[in-house]
């Protein structure tokens, strides 16, 4: 479902006014701020095809209706979030789940959405029907090789999904590890599983890279593979200078300083991207910025500092995406607010003044250099934000308009009800 343009127009005048007020009195109090809307208008961040329908937990699911039952309209659903944010330009494709049955077709339509394809990621952490051996004790670590090389040849042919769709990068997420002590050799399954990964990294194109996710825990509880970014980093060390680090905000223990790993691995060359989510237990997959806002704006401060010093595209040096899983919310409207918050995030540390936190950093200032901080957090940048979408022929306000064009009911009658996303 794509809307009228003369639908935005019509919502952006509504609200012109107001707009022009806000932004003319944040441009005020924020001088030179302008100089960065520029930035945000190039930001973009790419959606996961996965993300698209009703998420559940392990005790049910509650579908909302409407849901895209197939890869066709997951990419016109995301490219009705472009529409409205403008910053949402760019879609994640998870594999099997979603495997394009004529690639020039699905280019064709991508084109038409005016959307790129981002990572392809692949999967190894469930079985699927016809598959010769199971993954329930690991993949790549696995201690038959018959399993590993299984593992090894679906991300190899995962790596030639995306590179007939323009994609550049393979996201590996390992579910293996062990839930009791005993169950497996630590050492064996960490020589195992880079020795598969080497494979597939011999398989990348010249120009992709290999995003090394990792995660404390779950679906094993005793020992994860790839347990922490210091294990990944291991792995993208080893591997080569086409493989990097993937944080993803919700596997970490708790209160683990995110930010400062961000910004060890963006000094050493070796952070790849990200999955945005928030979370308040574990891995709770939430509207990011929904729980932790104020670290969400620290990582992008460090991201900001790290990039600018490595002298990096902030739009196209990392690679961005969310994955969140929408239980009781509807996805779509989910999705822009986790856009919104990231591009929040994302402008308040573009207005952080480096020049006096720089100098009171130097002179052990410590109350200067959280107020400096917190000036920044604290300002309102959405009138920023919605003048860059507003340049872009986004919506003022993509809640709003969303819910004012009644989006989710018309969806409803199109698919139906009881449709079912792929991969749910």
Do not use: C
């Amino acid at each position: 479902m794509i809307l009228d343009k003369n639908i935005i127009e019509q919502h952006n005048q509504e609200l012109a006014a107001k707009h022009q007020k806000k932004l003319a009195f944040f441009l005020e109090e924020n001088e030179g701020a302008d100089a960065h809307i520029q930035k945000l208008r190039d930001f973009q961040i790419a959606i996961p095809s996965w993300a698209l329908g009703t998420g559940g937990t392990r005790f049910g699911r509650f579908s909302g209706g409407g849901e895209p039952s197939n890869l066709e309209e997951k990419m016109e659903d995301i490219g009705l979030l472009h529409q409205l944010n403008q910053s949402s330009g760019a879609i994640s494709l998870h594999i099997p789940w979603d495997i394009p049955e004529d690639a020039e077709k699905i280019m064709s339509l991508a084109k038409k959405l005016n959307l790129k394809f981002d990572a392809v990621n692949s999967n190894t952490f469930q079985d699927q029907p016809g598959q010769e051996f199971s993954y329930k004790f690991g993949s790549l670590q696995n201690v038959k090789k018959s399993v590993r090389d299984q593992a090894i040849a679906h991300n190899i042919e995962v790596i030639k999904q995306g590179d007939a769709l323009g994609s550049k990068s393979l996201t590996v997420w390992l579910a293996d590890g062990s839930s009791f002590p005993g169950q497996l050799n630590f050492r064996e399954a960490f020589e195992n599983t880079l020795a598969s990964l080497k494979e597939i990294y011999a398989a990348l194109p010249e120009d992709w890279k290999m995003f090394v996710e990792y995660k404390s825990n779950e679906p094993n509880f005793y020992s994860t593979t790839v347990a922490d970014w210091g294990q990944s980093l291991l792995y993208a060390t080893k591997l080569g200078p086409k493989a990097y680090t993937l944080v993803d905000l919700g596997h970490h223990l708790p209160n683990a300083n995110i930010e400062q790993i961000v910004s060890l691995l963006l000094m050493e060359g070796k952070l790849g991207g990200f999955h945005f989510n928030d979370s308040k237990y574990g891995d709770d997959d939430l509207t990011t910025g929904a729980i932790k806002p104020y670290q969400l704006f620290l990582i992008f401060n460090e991201l900001v500092d790290g990039m600018d010093h490595a002298k990096m595209n902030h739009a196209s040096g990392l690679a961005w995406m969310i994955d969140a899983s929408h239980n009781i919310k509807d996805p779509l409207e989910d999705l822009l607010q986790s856009v919104e918050a990231i591009m929040m995030a994302y402008a308040q540390a573009l207005i952080v003044d480096r020049v006096a936190l720089k100098a009171a950093q130097q002179k052990n200032d410590v109350s200067l250099a959280q107020e400096i901080l917190q000036q920044a957090y604290r300002t309102d940048v959405r009138p920023l934000i919605a003048e860059a979408r507003l340049q872009n022929g986004g919506a003022l306000n993509p809640v709003k308009l969303f819910r004012a064009a009644n989006v989710r009911a018309a969806l409803i009658n199109e698919r139906g009800s009881e449709t079912k996303a792929t991969g749910l």
